[in-house]
T-cell receptor, first 112, second 114 residues
Framework: AQSVTQLDSHVSVSEGTPVLLRCNYSSSYSPSLFWYVQHPNKGLQLLLK??????LVKGINGFEAEFKKSETSFHLTKPSAHMSDAAEYFCVVRERGFKTIFGAGTRLFVKA | EAQVTQNPRYLITVTGKKLTVTCSQN?????MSWYRQDPGLGLRQIYYSMNVEVTDKGDVPEGYKVSRKEKRNFPLILESPSPNQTSLYFCASSFRGLALDEQFFGPGTRLTVL
């Protein structure tokens, strides 16, 4: 069965410092993995996705994530945080497409 | 503009009064799905549909019904709403139901059941 664990419910960084949002997954098959962002009172926007083509995935707004099968991880990173990155981030796993499992979310705070 | 629309965006109702939240997409997507979002729980899948007349339960289907009579529409029906169904609801669609397909989300419907 698939599951997703986002290891931090809240992360706080200063503007200009690196961002790391951690995600571990469990899947019986080769999953597809996604990161979505939700800004306050907004819908969900796709940041990036892993579909087995390359383990290092680049997304929008300078975000990237690395798929590590041995560690069952798909952590999201950004070299330098911007105030506009403050939002909630969701790690998502899809296995064979039918069902979709979301992590509980990580709220990112960016301090000036 | 390619989009997923939901109506209404906000709804306050009372226990037991049947309601329907509509979802429509204009991208000719085969796959559609409903989620509810609750604090600390992320989004949980209620129902999904692989195509017209093909629907299946997600992780939290109790108290909800869906139908898929047309490809573009996937309404969510609460026959007898209860306060524990107070939540933020999202509809999503993707081209197919393959694992690699990106889902496009609607703007959300905030439902309060008194």
């Amino acid at each position: 069965a698939q599951s997703v664990t986002q290891l931090d419910s809240h992360v706080s960084v200063s503007e200009g410092t690196p961002v790391l949002l951690r995600c571990n997954y469990s899947s019986s098959y080769s999953p597809s993995l996604f990161w979505y962002v939700q800004h306050p009172n907004k819908g969900l926007q796709l940041l990036l996705k892993y579909t087995s083509a390359a383990t290092l995935v680049k997304g929008i707004n300078g975000f990237e994530a690395e798929f590590k099968k041995s560690e069952t991880s798909f952590h999201l990173t950004k070299p330098s945080a911007h105030m506009s990155d403050a939002a909630e981030y969701f790690c998502v796993v899809r296995e064979r497409g039918f069902k979709t499992i979301f992590g509980a979310g990580t709220r990112l705070f960016v301090k000036a | 503009e390619a989009q997923v629309t939901q109506n209404p965006r906000y709804l306050i109702t009372v226990t037991g009064k049947k309601l329907t939240v509509t979802c429509s997409q204009n991208m000719n997507h085969e796959y559609m799905s409903w989620y509810r979002q609750d604090p600390g729980l992320g989004l949980r899948q209620i129902y999904y549909s692989m195509n017209v007349e093909v629907t299946d339960k997600g992780d939290v289907p109790e108290g909800y019904k869906v139908s898929r009579k047309e490809k573009r529409n996937f309404p969510l029906i609460l026959e007898s709403p209860s306060p524990n169904q107070t939540s933020l609801y999202f509809c999503a669609s993707s081209f197919r139901g393959l694992a690699l397909d990106e889902q496009f989300f609607g703007p959300g419907t905030r439902l309060t059941v008194l």
